[in-house]
């Protein structure tokens, strides 16, 4: 604990008005760079696993045929069925918007986003005061990652949501003994794992947190029951899931081939520098010091050692962990650590109201200079991070809204990763993979030697079975076979395809009466030179990510819809 005076404590109403207006212009400026669509590998398998829990109440894809598009994280485990590696927490929370309308999944990460900020206020008011608890929340709504990832679509944000959320009601449930306030704090606590299960710690580290604190406070025994068994409840139906799913409690989609090693000690050596210099320069910026100080500070010292207790266990972990990770440290590093932000900007707010007890001018600099500091790094970074991906996300929403205009419920759809991934999320076609005649996808250039490729060209187990010895024109044959079989036959059989993939799908089918183009999209923006075009047999050589490309899919491209035509005869052709 710190002493709060001043700004504090004299005028509490007017520092609530401001949390609520920082949370409603973080929410109006996160809808200002918002569009309805997903552009990330792990996205993909959280949305389309959403709507998959909303439609039949089970976790697994389970394909209707081998031409069927599977997406970057989802894993065969026998049977036809097909688990990500993700928890299954962050798309039972879509699939309940999903369930009103599939479209309200895409604002359900900038909601939260922008609700953990008064979650920081609540969760830091008692040991930081009214207004050090708003400067915590303010500083972390200016950091880039957070902001980005607010709009990413993966778990990371609604991790650091029920972290900050469990620890506000157990603030809460500290100050009033209300097992109304132990429960629910309890329930976010143990539904943290089910989010992302590697942020089992941060549920340790609350646990740990509430353990030191009730040792100091008499609690009805009541009251602490309920808090603990709100943990063991979500813990528990992931457990009983995990054991019918997997085999096991204790593992997970990541255990599922093709399964790699994914700590390592020497990985912990080679990247605890590069995570440091990480967080210096793209986590929490000049916040990393000022916290660092602060824990540190709080530790030694008998009034602060519960919130240095609390700072420490909350982030400290999880920093450890993942520097550990077996997997190289890039650009996207960061975002493993985006539910510590908010204990780095705590703590640095804990250092300066430390040394600076009382609200006079010496703290008035400090708070100026550190959220100037805050404002020059963050906000630049925060748009242009922000930026790229609202041009990629628009341009997809924009196609996604193109096709749905041209097409009907039910048709299927030859595209490729970068349409499909989108199209997945709402279910109402059923989705080809233009890959599958296509030369498996053994490796992407600039990939270091030995590591697997971000994608591959085939996830479906019975597609490769069925496809792996065919070359050339048998090959394409028999998907096309394959594709009008799963179409039915009154079902369309419609291709998005490239100019120039267009161009060389309607000379292999110079045999039949070949396609019909029902729309042409015309993209904007400049041209990515550095990719190659795309073609049928020859898919563009990149990652699944990059600045005018998302997966297969360039941005700056134009796109034809075309329809395969069918006559009576087709049917019993031997293709």
Not at 247 to 274: D, I, K, S
Not at 478 to 497: N, P, S
Request: with cysteine.
């Amino acid at each position: 604990m710190i002493k709060h005076s001043g700004l504090t404590t004299s005028n509490p109403s007017i520092i609530r008005y401001g949390v609520v207006l920082l949370t409603a212009l973080h929410f109006t400026w996160l809808l200002s760079m918002y569009a309805p669509a997903i552009s990330t590998p792990d996205a993909q398998g959280y949305y389309t696993q959403a709507r998959i829990i909303a439609r039949t109440g089970k976790t697994c894809l389970e394909p209707e045929s081998v031409t069927q598009y599977i997406g970057p994280h989802w894993h065969h485990a026998g049977l036809n069925r097909y688990y990500t590696t993700f928890a299954p927490g962050f798309p039972l929370l879509m699939s309940l918007l999903y369930s009103i309308s599939p479209a309200l999944i895409f604002l359900l990460n900038p909601l939260l986003a922008s609700l953990i900020l008064p979650g920081i206020f609540l969760a830091f008011r008692r040991s930081l005061g009214n207004g050090g608890a708003l400067m915590a929340a303010f500083m972390v709504a200016c950091l880039p990652f957070f902001n980005e990832h607010a709009l990413f679509g993966d778990a990371h944000i609604a991790a650091a949501f029920f972290t900050i959320w469990s620890l506000a009601a157990l603030q809460r449930y500290f100050e009033t003994g209300s097992v109304w306030w132990a429960l629910p704090a309890g329930l976010m606590a143990g539904f943290i794992p089910v989010i992302r299960y590697p942020e089992i710690l941060l549920t340790i580290g609350i646990i740990v947190y509430a353990l030191f604190t009730l040792h100091k406070r008499k609690m009805h025994w009541l009251s602490a029951a309920a808090f603990f068994g709100g943990v063991v409840i979500p813990l528990a139906f992931l457990a009983v899931r995990n054991h019918s799913t997997f085999g096991a409690f204790w593992q997970t989609g990541y255990f599922l081939p093709p399964n790699r090693p994914l700590f390592g000690l020497q990985e912990a050596v080679n990247h605890f520098p590069q995570y440091v210099s990480l967080l210096m320069s793209e986590g929490v910026g000049p916040l990393f010091i000022l916290g660092l100080t602060g824990m540190i500070l709080a530790l030694t010292s008998s009034n602060g050692r519960p919130s240095g207790t609390m700072f420490l266990l909350l982030t400290i972990p999880s920093l450890i962990l993942y520097v550990s990770l077996a997997w190289r440290v890039d650009g996207q590093s960061m975002r493993f650590l985006i539910p510590t932000f908010p204990f780095w900007s705590a703590a640095a707010v804990y250092l300066i109201f430390r040394l600076t007890p009382e609200w006079n001018k010496s703290r008035i600099v400090w708070v100026s200079v550190t959220l100037v500091a805050v404002l020059l790094w963050g906000l630049p970074q925060s748009f242009r991070k922000m930026e790229g991906l609202h041009r990629q996300q628009t341009a997809l929403s924009g196609i996604a809204r193109w096709i749905s205009e041209q097409t009907r419920p039910g048709d299927l759809i030859v595209a490729g990763e970068g349409v499909c991934q989108q199209l997945d999320t709402y279910g109402r076609w059923k989705l080809a993979d233009i890959r599958i005649p296509s030369p498996p996808l053994l490796k992407h250039p600039g990939l270091p030697e030995g590591q697997p490729p971000a994608v591959t060209a085939i996830r479906n187990a019975d597609a490769q079975k069925r496809y792996e010895t065919l070359t050339g024109p048998a090959r394409l044959n028999t998907f096309l076979r394959d594709v009008r079989q799963w179409a039915g036959h009154e079902g369309r059989v419609l291709f998005v395809l490239e100019p120039e993939a267009y161009t060389h799908l309607s000379r292999a089918l110079t045999w039949t009466p070949g396609l019909k183009i029902l729309g042409r999209y015309e993209a904007s923006g400049p041209a990515d030179t550095l990719c190659a075009p795309a073609t049928l047999n020859h898919p563009p050589n990149h990652g699944p990510q990059g600045p005018d490309h998302v997966f297969d899919l360039r941005l700056s491209q134009s796109l034809i819809l075309a329809e395969w035509l069918r006559q009576p005869w087709e049917m019993t052709i031997e293709l």
